[in-house]
Structure formats: structure tokens, C-alpha cells
């Protein structure tokens, strides 16, 4: 069961109304690299295709894709290029929810933007900034990093730290974020408005893996932004933990 509780009013084009959501979900994985989690050559690929629902009547569909490619230029060294992009429509006469919209910003998507920072968000005074996501999306990045030599792991930092895969990276991030309005062409009024607005942010980082996924700590500078159509910034330090 989803609820949105804001009192902070907040665009009709979605909806923000208690219900029960049901999907059905199909992904497709390719996966050739060396090393998923400190990869130095080979490509990934995935695409997910979602059909929601509620009460067995389609209410949205939405696909993403996302793909990584991998080149050793060097013992230790990597140039990776990675990218991402989405499309979310609703179906018949129902409205997106907010939960099932696209997000991006933050260290593990847009670096040096904030969490979910990219975008337009609700700008009531009384209340936080919140997000209000997109209909469609593209992230892409292009990453050199170097792959430290670890000594001998004490036991304990074993568990904390996977040894061998420590990197430095020095990065480069675009993206955009757009939103549909009309119901019956959210994505293709989305669609067509992408990469009007690109946002692109440089900066240097270190990661490496632990129990809970890749962490990484960031130092992003944005480079172009859109701060008066409610993109958030975070020119410094970043940490964040994921899966990819």
C-alpha cells in the first residue's frame, strides 16, 4: 500500500491518493565482465520492462535501460563509459504516481547534485523541497579510475572492506530529466523534451566494496545546471552506497 503524506500542495498531474499497486516485471541481463564488482574490461547490459497495475487494471508502464563498457588502458587503470535512460506512461485515463516516477541526483547517479536533485520539486515554504521525478530520463558518465594495491587486510577490516578493489576515479556526468503533462502522451511529450535541458557535473572520488554494496566518497563540481527550474546542488564531499 502507498501513501504520500504531504500537506504541501503539490501538481494534479499526479496522484498522490492511497492504493494498492501490483506489477509485473521481465529483465534481461548480458553481463561480460571480468570482475562485477572492480570491473577492467568487458560490458553489461540490462533492460526492464514494467506493467503496473491495480486491482488487475493497467494504470502505467515504464522501461529502462542501462549499460556499462570497460577498457583497460593500463596494469591497473580503467575507462569506463556507462549510461541509463527511462520512460514512464500512464495508461487510459490514470495518473503516474509519484513513487513510480523516475529520480536522479546524488553521488551514485548525478554526483554533485543532492539526493533526487535534479529536476523540478514541490517549492511550498512550510515544508521541505521534495522532488517531483520525470516521464523520462538519461544519465550518462565517463570514469577513469586506478585500482589501489592493498596490503595485508587485518581480519576485522576484511569484513568491512573487500580487499583489492580500493579505486580512484576522476568522472564526468550528463544528464536530463523531463515530465510529461497531457495523460494520453506523457512519453512522448517527455521524450521529445529531453536533452534540452542536459546538466553535467566533474569531479574526483574513491570507492570500493563492502557487505552492503560499492561505496563511494566524491568530490562533484557542477558544471551546468538549472537551479530556477528547481535543480538542487551539492558542490562538495558525497557519500553514497549501492549495488551497480
Not at 520525470?134 to 587485518?154: N, T
Not at 537551479?227 to 538542487?232: A, E, M, P, Q
Amino acid at each position: 500500500k502507498r501513501v504520500v503524506k504531504d500537506p504541501a500542495p503539490l501538481p494534479k498531474d499526479l496522484d498522490f491518493e492511497s492504493s494498492w499497486k501490483t506489477s509485473l516485471q521481465h529483465a534481461y541481463v548480458h553481463d561480460s565482465r571480468d570482475n562485477p564488482k572492480v570491473p577492467a574490461k568487458g560490458s553489461f547490459f540490462r533492460s526492464t520492462f514494467e506493467l503496473g497495475a491495480c486491482i488487475l487494471k493497467p494504470t502505467f508502464w515504464r522501461a529502462q535501460l542501462d549499460g556499462q563498457y570497460h577498457i583497460p588502458i593500463g596494469r591497473h587503470t580503467t575507462l569506463s563509459f556507462s549510461g541509463s535512460g527511462g520512460l514512464l506512461q500512464a495508461v487510459a485515463d490514470t495518473k503516474p504516481f509519484l513513487s513510480d516516477r523516475f529520480f536522479i541526483g546524488g553521488p551514485l547517479s548525478m554526483r554533485g547534485f543532492q539526493s533526487r536533485g535534479i529536476g523540478a520539486a514541490n517549492t511550498d515554504a512550510s515544508s521541505d523541497r521534495r522532488s517531483l521525478g520525470g516521464d523520462a530520463f538519461f544519465v550518462a558518465e565517463a570514469l577513469i579510475c586506478r585500482r589501489l594495491h592493498s596490503p595485508e587486510w587485518p581480519a576485522f577490516l576484511s569484513t568491512i572492506i573487500t580487499p583489492g578493489t580500493i579505486r580512484v576515479h576522476a568522472f564526468a556526468n550528463a544528464c536530463d530529466l523531463t515530465r510529461g503533462t497531457a495523460r494520453t502522451s506523457i512519453a512522448n511529450e517527455a521524450l521529445a523534451k529531453l536533452g534540452s535541458r542536459v546538466r553535467a557535473s566533474v569531479g574526483v572520488g574513491l570507492a570500493c566494496w563492502t557487505p552492503l554494496g560499492r561505496a563511494e566518497v566524491n568530490f562533484g563540481l557542477p558544471l551546468r545546471h538549472y537551479t530556477k527550474f528547481g535543480d538542487r546542488l551539492s558542490p562538495s564531499f558525497q557519500f553514497g552506497i549501492g549495488s551497480d
